[in-house]
């Protein structure tokens, strides 16, 4: 069988999540193929999978910012998520939100219109890769609004891939996964209904047969249709294993990482790293700081209890952790999350908020709003996951369940029936 993927091209980050089930396919003996926008294509070298490039001269990333008229992207802080009860796998509705929730058409349009244009620079190259590549399944990001239309023009199966809590089940759009309900047409982002009718492809909400989740099935927000739950194998990039990362600490060993995408969405103004250094500085713990070359620049002098882990995988030296301190990013919270290591969110960007949010309701971790904490409480926080038996019980319950997960490998069986049929 032939399978395409498509992640987003946004930062590397959604393309990690898909690799372990790509990878999966191919070690079942399949052939595999990650089409993305050039941005991304050697990101997708550097797995090991052959790429495809389609679309041109366009950045995601640019394209965020520049939607929000040149503003950094700062989110509602978690604490509205949480009491509103949409990022709760108990309170949240099994349906979509209604069309005229507060503020959801603006949130629709100025969130979406970076992929909308994403997916008219990607379609026609997707299409005329598609057309000669002849693939058997498409396996796609939520957000990759083209890979409906192939799928839909050329009659092949299209999968969804998530990789957190489905957040994207809150806009109407292609990729949504409920059957169409009321005025979808108008529901849509701007832009994305005349793509469709440009091909031909009909406007509706349920393309995907079947969704392929990572998220823990105790934390995941209800009603998801056609749900293949899938173990989160964490993926963080390749390189070389440090040495240190195979010791065990003399002390307890905290991670502090903040993502790729947080420092170009929020501005150097939101990077709170410094802080968070700080107030970990006169603790009795080494802290390993998992970050890019710019962010190190940033941090200047170091205390004597921490390391740089300058661009080191995460999953490389998550083992050997107490705690960790991040962005609520789902890669972070998910390679956390699979070692059983409590955490300390500090989400400002993106879907951060939602995420952590809705990681917290399973109590293995505490959710800080970056705006507004000091740095004494950061220091609490950290010292209260490494202490509170409540909250490293309930991270190891989450361990286990990802661990009792069916692996991609199983997923890939239950895929290849569907691509069969």
């Not at 070389?240 to 990482?257: G, I, N, Q, S």
């Amino acid at each position: 069988m032939r399978i395409l993927f498509t992640p987003v091209a946004a930062t590397a980050t959604p393309l990690f999540h898909l690799v372990p089930l790509a990878w999966a396919f191919r070690a079942a003996g399949h052939e595999v193929r990650v089409a993305v926008l050039p941005d991304l294509a050697q990101a997708v070298t550097a797995t090991g999978l052959p790429v495809a490039e389609v679309g041109r001269d366009y950045k995601i990333m640019d394209g965020v910012i520049a939607s929000r008229g040149g503003h950094r992207v700062i989110e509602a802080p978690a604490s509205e998520w949480t009491r509103s009860g949409l990022a709760s796998a108990d309170g949240a509705a099994s349906a979509p939100p209604p069309a005229d929730q507060a503020g959801l058409a603006d949130l629709r349009n100025a969130a979406m219109a970076p992929l909308v244009e994403g997916a008219a620079r990607m379609t026609p190259d997707l299409l005329r890769f598609a057309e000669r590549w002849r693939p058997d399944l498409v396996v796609t990001d939520s957000m990759v609004f083209a890979a409906p239309i192939v799928a839909a023009k050329l009659g092949i199966p299209l999968v969804r891939h998530t990789w957190g809590p489905d957040v994207m089940r809150m806009i109407s759009q292609p990729l949504q996964g409920f059957s169409d309900a009321g005025d979808v047409r108008g529901q849509w982002p701007v832009g994305l209904p005349e793509l469709y009718d440009h091909h031909g492809v009909e406007v509706r909400n349920d393309h995907p047969l079947r969704t392929v989740d990572p998220w823990p099935t105790s934390l995941q927000l209800p009603g998801m249709a056609g749900r293949l739950p899938v173990r989160f194998v964490p993926y963080n990039g390749a390189a070389a294993v440090p040495d240190w990362a195979l010791d065990r600490p003399a002390r307890p060993r905290v991670c502090v990482t903040w993502g790729t995408s947080t420092a170009a969405l929020a501005g150097d103004e939101a990077f709170v790293l410094p802080r968070v250094v700080d107030a970990l500085a006169g603790m009795d713990v080494e802290v390993v700081l998992a970050i890019s070359a710019a962010d190190r620049v940033k941090l200047g002098s170091l205390p004597d209890n921490a390391r740089v882990a300058e661009n080191v995988p995460l999953h490389l030296f998550m083992p050997s952790c107490s705690a960790i301190v991040n962005q609520g990013g789902t890669s972070s919270l998910l390679t956390a999350a699979c070692f059983g290591v409590p955490q300390v969110m500090m989400p400002q960007t993106a879907d951060n908020p939602f995420n952590a949010a809705n990681y917290g309701a399973s109590g293995a971790g505490i959710t800080l709003d970056p705006t507004r904490v000091a740095n004494d409480e950061i220091g609490a926080a950290v010292a209260r996951v490494l202490t509170d038996e409540a909250c490293r019980a309930a991270a190891e319950k989450v361990r286990e369940e990802i661990a009792g997960t069916p692996p991609p490998s199983a997923v890939v069986d239950s895929l290849q029936v569907l691509a069969c049929a």
